[in-house]
């Protein structure tokens, strides 16, 4: 890709520097992992390899939880990102391997869902459907061999965490507040959601040697980002320093309280509340 140089009076102040591209780094894919068994690792990296996902334009970071857990995914697959330099963002569980589909695989369903999809952010070969029950899911695993379920590519409200794959540019990460090993693949998509952007599952076949763990922290993870989005997405009165609007989920509750009348209601029930306390 050709490099386009912009110059302005930016240049004459010392110490500016301008923003580059991400592929000036050169990088295409950045592949991160939560490491907490060394064998397991190893063999992933060895199938990514085997799949072209060489060193001359691949980089593969891992966060080292082998000999203790230091990171959990959120905070730890955070600052796998914070240090990425790829076009495109690999995370996936150190239990995957690629012996279906490869490198020219990948590339050419984001090749698809760029042309038809530009608005796409997070990818994935598993997650659930905008409606209940809908799920998508392309796999080898304990549950199934060569699962195709679903049509691709498809728009989802969620993604299973054994590989999704980040556009760079849209800057996304997982959130502050909640922590744990689960659900952040419906963490991410939901924040790409709120930030405009659209979440999909891809024919992407590869093997996932786990079936996954619905256990005790799982149900603790669950409830987590249930109180989290609950009071993210509560209705709320908005005051900026022209103008205040109300924010809800509800469409009647929100094009009723911002009418006009309403809004001089609210305003001049207001004024009198200043006025008994003064």
């Known amino acids: 890709m050709q490099k386009v140089e912009m ?48 060193y001359a334009d691949c980089e593969y970071i891992y966060i080292d939880n082998a000999s203790s ?15 990425s330099r790829g076009k495109f963002i690999i995370l996936c569980h150190q239990d995957v391997l690629l012996r279906f589909d490869n490198r020219a695989d990948l590339t050419q369903r984001l090749n698809e869902i760029e042309k038809n999809m530009p608005n796409w952010a ?21 549950h199934g061999q060569d699962v195709a379920q679903g049509d691709f590519p498809q728009q989802v409200s969620s ?20 922590s744990g090993f689960h659900l952040y693949g419906t963490d991410i998509c939901l924040i790409a959601h709120t ?13 996932h040697l786990s079936p996954g763990t619905c256990d005790a922290s799982f149900i603790d993870s669950r409830r987590r980002l249930i109180d989290k989005y609950r009071r993210a997405f509560a209705g709320r009165t908005i005051q900026t320093t022209c103008t205040r609007f109300y924010l809800s989920g509800s469409w009647v509750l929100s094009r009723l309280v911002n009418a006009t ?11 009198v509340r200043r006025g008994i306390h003064l």
């Open 261 to 271: 009348p309403v809004l001089k209601l609210i305003r001049k029930l207001q004024r």
């Open 69 to 83: 857990t230091t990171y959990d995914a959120y905070e730890g697959l955070n600052k796998a990102i914070s240090k």
């Open 195 to 207: 930030r405009g952007y659209e979440c999909c599952v891809i024919d992407f076949h590869l093997e």
């Open 159 to 178: 993604l299973d965490e054994n590989f999704i794959v980040l556009k760079k540019s849209a800057n996304l990460g997982f959130s502050n507040d909640l």
């Open 7 to 54: 110059r302005s009076s930016l240049d004459m102040i010392a110490g500016a520097q301008e923003i580059r591209s991400i592929t000036d780094s050169g990088v295409v894919f950045s592949i991160c992992t939560l490491v907490n068994d060394v064998q397991s690792y190893r063999n992933m990296l060895n199938s990514f390899l085997e799949a072209g996902f060489g």
């Open 122 to 142: 997070v990818a994935g070969n598993a997650g659930g459907g905008q409606l209940l029950g809908n799920l998508c899911i392309r796999i080898t695993d304990p």
